[in-house]
C-alpha cells in the first residue's frame, strides 16, 4: 500500500511559476513510475507529466512540454512538477499517481495509487 500527498498548489497569475510535491509513504518509492494528471472542472482527467523509477524515461503531455518539469528525489520518497509560464486553460486539480511498473504510463487505468489532489488556479 502506497499512500500519496500532494501539496503545492494554489492561486497564481498568467505567466506564473508553482511547483507541486506529493511525497509517497509505504512500500518502497523506488519501486514505482510516477505520474502527474490534472482534471478540470467538467473535463476528463488527463495526462501530465510521468517518470519512471530511476529517472530514465521522462514523458510529457505536448501541451506542457517546455513549460513543465517532472523530477524525483527517491532519497526523500517525493515526485515534483515544476510549472512555469502558467496559463489559464492550466487551472484543474493536479493529482499523483504510482504505477508499480518500470514504464511511466500515460494512461490513468495502469495506475494502482492516488493522491487526494490539489487545485492549481491560474488567472489573467
Known amino acids: 500500500q502506497v499512500q500519496l500527498v500532494e501539496s503545492g498548489g494554489g492561486l497564481v497569475q498568467a505567466g506564473g511559476s508553482l511547483t507541486l510535491s506529493c511525497v509517497a509513504s509505504?512500500?518502497?518509492?523506488?519501486?514505482?513510475?510516477m505520474g502527474w494528471f490534472r482534471q478540470a472542472p467538467g473535463k476528463e482527467r488527463e495526462f501530465v507529466a510521468a517518470?519512471?523509477?530511476?529517472?530514465?524515461?521522462?514523458t510529457y503531455t505536448d501541451s506542457v512540454k517546455g513549460r513543465f518539469t517532472i523530477a524525483r528525489d527517491n532519497a526523500k520518497n517525493t515526485v515534483y512538477l515544476q510549472m512555469m509560464s502558467l496559463k489559464l486553460e492550466d487551472t484543474a486539480a493536479y493529482y499523483c499517481a504510482a504505477d508499480n511498473t518500470p514504464w511511466p504510463s500515460e494512461q490513468d487505468s495502469t495506475y494502482d495509487y492516488w493522491g487526494q489532489g490539489t487545485q492549481v488556479t491560474v488567472s489573467s
Open positions: 509505504g512500500r518502497a518509492f523506488n519501486k514505482y513510475s
Open positions: 517518470i519512471s523509477r530511476y529517472n530514465s524515461i521522462i
